[in-house]
Nanobody
Framework: QVQLVESGGGLVQAGGSLRLSCAAS????????MVWFRRAPGKERDFVAA??????YYSESVKGRFTISRENGKNTVYLQMNSLKPEDKAVYYC???????????????????WGQGTQVTVSS
């Protein structure tokens, strides 16, 4: 089973930028849809962005500020986060599963492969 490892989190001031990375352990990585979720303190895990083939999807809260991309040669997916706000503070997770479908992509319970998460803190 593929394993995922996130990195790139940290502390940034509001308006700043961070780029998160999620490295996958398998060469078949290019076949997988990759998804980013986040969990803010005291809240549920929320969908952030997904990439399936050439299709990308974003939550309304990050659309226009975040960009998901991938580099198949490095088995890595990225989340470029710009214009960060204090409400973006959360632990960010990447996830994947077989049989990705946009209709259920926001449902975290449907994903069976997760990274360990990386903390993003945005100061005001």
């Amino acid at each position: 089973q593929v394993q995922l490892v996130e990195s790139g989190g940290g502390l940034v001031q509001a308006g700043g930028s961070l780029r998160l990375s999620c490295a996958a352990s398998e060469r078949t990585f290019s076949w997988y849809a990759m998804v980013w979720f986040r969990r803010a303190p005291g809240k549920e895990r929320d969908f952030v962005a997904a990439m399936s083939g050439v299709n990308v999807y974003y939550s309304e809260s990050v659309k226009g500020r975040f960009t998901i991309s991938r580099e198949n040669g490095k088995n890595t997916v990225y989340l470029q986060m710009n214009s960060l706000k204090p409400e973006d503070k959360a632990v960010y997770y990447c996830a994947t599963k077989r049989n990705f479908t946009p209709m259920t992509m926001t449902q975290s319970a449907r994903y069976n492969v997760w990274g360990q998460g990386t903390q993003v803190t945005v100061s005001s």
